[in-house]
C-alpha cells in the first residue's frame, strides 16, 4: 500500500488530472480512476481496504477527492504557485463534505470519515499557518524592497546631481579654455602683424646701412686715390726743393769763396 498520500494506495501511481484522478468511494475511501474501472468490470464493487460495497456505472459517477488534489498542489506550490486561497476553500469543502458522509454513514463508514477529517483539520490548519507566514514574508519583503529602493532613488538623484554639477563645471572649463584659445589666437595674430613690420622695417634698415656702406667704401676709395694724387705731387714737390735747395746751396758757396 502508498504510504504517500499523492499516490494511489492500490497501484501506488501518483494520482493526476487525467486518468488518475482520486475518487472517492462510499465508504470514504480514496483510490485513483483506473483501479476503480478495475473494480467495475469484476463481478462484485467491493471497496478494497473495507470490502464494503459501492455502485457505479463507470468511475466518472463517484466523486472527485478533491482534498487528494489540493494536497497534491500544496506539495507541489513551489512548482506550480498555487493559490492559497482555492487551497483553503477547495479543503473547506472536501471537510464539509466528509462531515455531511459521516452525519449519515454507518460506524465503519463514520469512522473513516473522521480520520479524513482529522488529516483535513490538520491540513487547513498547516495551509492557514503558511499562508499567514507567506504574508509576514511578503510584508517584510516588501518592506525590505521599498526601503532599498528608497535607497536606490536617493543615491541615483543624489549621484545625478553630482553629475549635473560636474557637467556644469566642465562647461564652464570648456568655456574658458575656448576663451584662452581666442585669446592666444589674437597674440598670435599681433605677433604676427608685429614681426612682419619689424621684418620690413629690418630690410628698409639694413638696405639703407648697405647703401651707407657702399658711399662709405665709394667715398674711401675717392679719399685713397686722392691720397694718392696728393703723395705724388707732394713727392714732385719735394724733389724741387731739394734741387732748389742743392743749387741755393751751390750759389752760397760760389759767393762766400774769396774773389
Do not use: W
Request: aromatic share 4%; charged share 30%; hydrophobic share 30%.
Amino acid at each position: 500500500m502508498a504510504t504517500n498520500p499523492r499516490d494511489c494506495p492500490i497501484c501506488d501511481e501518483a494520482y493526476n488530472e487525467e486518468n488518475r484522478r482520486p475518487r472517492i468511494l462510499n465508504c470514504s475511501h480514496t483510490i485513483c480512476t483506473d483501479c476503480i474501472d478495475n473494480i467495475l468490470s469484476e463481478d462484485e464493487q467491493l471497496c478494497p481496504f473495507c470490502r464494503s460495497p459501492f455502485t457505479a456505472n463507470d468511475a466518472t459517477d463517484l466523486k472527485v477527492n478533491q482534498a487528494v488534489l489540493d494536497l497534491i498542489d500544496y506539495y507541489e506550490a513551489g512548482e506550480h504557485k498555487v493559490s492559497d486561497e482555492v487551497n483553503s476553500r477547495s479543503l473547506m469543502d472536501s471537510l464539509n463534505h466528509y462531515k455531511t458522509i459521516a452525519m449519515g454513514a454507518n460506524q465503519l463508514q463514520a469512522r473513516n470519515c473522521q480520520n479524513v477529517i482529522q488529516r483535513l483539520e490538520k491540513t487547513i490548519d498547516a495551509v492557514e499557518k503558511l499562508r499567514l507566514m507567506k504574508e509576514q514574508v511578503k510584508g517584510r519583503l516588501e518592506g525590505e524592497v521599498t526601503d532599498h529602493m528608497k535607497r536606490i532613488v536617493s543615491d541615483n538623484e543624489t549621484s545625478l546631481t553630482n553629475l549635473e554639477q560636474t557637467k556644469t563645471e566642465l562647461q564652464n572649463h570648456l568655456r574658458d579654455v575656448h576663451n584662452k584659445q581666442d585669446q592666444l589666437k589674437t597674440v598670435k595674430e599681433n605677433i604676427d602683424s608685429c614681426t612682419e613690420n619689424n621684418r620690413t622695417d629690418f630690410c628698409k634698415i639694413l638696405g639703407e646701412a648697405e647703401d651707407a656702406h657702399s658711399s662709405v667704401l665709394a667715398g674711401l676709395k675717392t679719399i685713397e686715390e686722392n691720397t694718392d694724387k696728393e703723395e705724388k705731387v707732394l713727392c714732385k714737390e719735394k724733389k724741387k726743393a731739394e734741387k732748389m735747395k742743392y743749387k741755393v746751396s751751390e750759389l752760397l758757396d760760389l759767393l762766400s769763396s774769396p774773389m
